[in-house]
């Protein structure tokens, strides 16, 4: 307190004299420090410590359509994601036929490369997850990676990356778990259209729910279904097991009522995680 002016003086700037004290703490705060609040100013350690309100720091940020924290990058995981394609779409090229073996997706069969009976029935389950990774051909790996790029940066951004995350790996786990259950158990399957085909599905969701034109989205889906059984050699059920994995799990995400929104977020998931477990199960002790 100056004793001639009887004002006290800054917390942070003892030299400057000020009339205005924080309405948290009531610390006196110079014109320079203080922050404009719903009511009055606060000082710079109350706005870093906490929202103003009582709440925890982060009750204020802003959210995303699904409830998660709206980042700085929107395309993180997408970037993680292609990343993880592109090691092993190098791992590819540099170990041969070999190391596709060890990780494409396969029922039940034979292998004369690798000299033993392979596949997700005889246990090697982490094959439901690495096929949706693994690519052999470059057109196959850049088509999916620019379906990546471009509609992972529209879903990303709405979700929020823990959303995201497991959207892309439940379209996966999905779009394998449909290959396992309808191919031949001796047909090998692999690449990201499963993740991509999930991330299709979420767009409907995402521009139905914020009442887009939905003509363009819907001409585009309908584009990508002729894709899919028009060509030969494409797996159709990895397409459709991530296309309806991923508007089930976004529609789960974007209508969960707000006062349970992460229950509700997380029990479709989950719901969707015990659907897939369900299948593989089945189809293993049909085959075994």
Request: hydrophobic letters at 45%.
């Amino acid at each position: 307190m100056d004793p001639q002016s009887g004002l006290p003086h800054c917390y942070r700037h003892p030299d400057v004299e000020t009339g205005i004290r924080c309405t948290r703490c009531e610390k006196p705060i110079c014109p320079e420090c203080m922050v404009s609040a719903s009511v009055g100013f606060q000082c710079p350690d109350c706005v870093r410590n906490g929202s103003g309100t009582g709440h925890a720091p982060d009750a204020n940020q802003p959210r995303t359509l699904a409830g998660g924290r709206v980042a700085t990058d929107g395309r993180l995981v997408t970037k993680i994601i292609i990343a993880v394609n592109l090691a092993l779409f190098i791992a590819v090229q540099v170990a041969g036929d070999r190391f596709v073996d060890e990780l494409v997706m396969i029922g039940y069969a034979y292998n004369p490369v690798l000299g033993e009976v392979v596949g997700v029935a005889d246990g090697e389950w982490y094959r439901l997850i690495t096929s949706a990774f693994l690519h052999q051909e470059v057109p196959h790996f850049l088509f999916n990676m620019l379906g990546l790029w471009v509609i992972g940066g529209i879903v990303e951004p709405e979700l929020g990356r823990i959303r995201y995350a497991l959207l892309c790996l439940l379209s996966g786990l999905s779009g394998s778990a449909l290959v396992y259950l309808l191919d031949a158990p001796n047909q090998a399957s692999l690449g990201a259209s499963g993740i991509v085909y999930g991330l299709i599905g979420s767009w409907v969701v995402l521009a139905r729910r914020r009442r887009y034109d939905m003509r363009p989205v819907l001409l585009f889906v309908a584009i990508s279904l002729v894709f899919t059984f028009a060509r030969p050699g494409v797996s159709w059920e990895a397409h459709i097991g991530g296309l309806v994995a991923g508007a089930l799990v976004t529609y789960g995400l974007v209508h969960a009522p707000r006062a349970r929104r992460e229950l509700v977020q997380y029990a479709v998931c989950g719901l969707v995680l015990l659907l897939d477990l369900g299948i593989v199960l089945g189809r293993t002790v049909a085959l075994t």
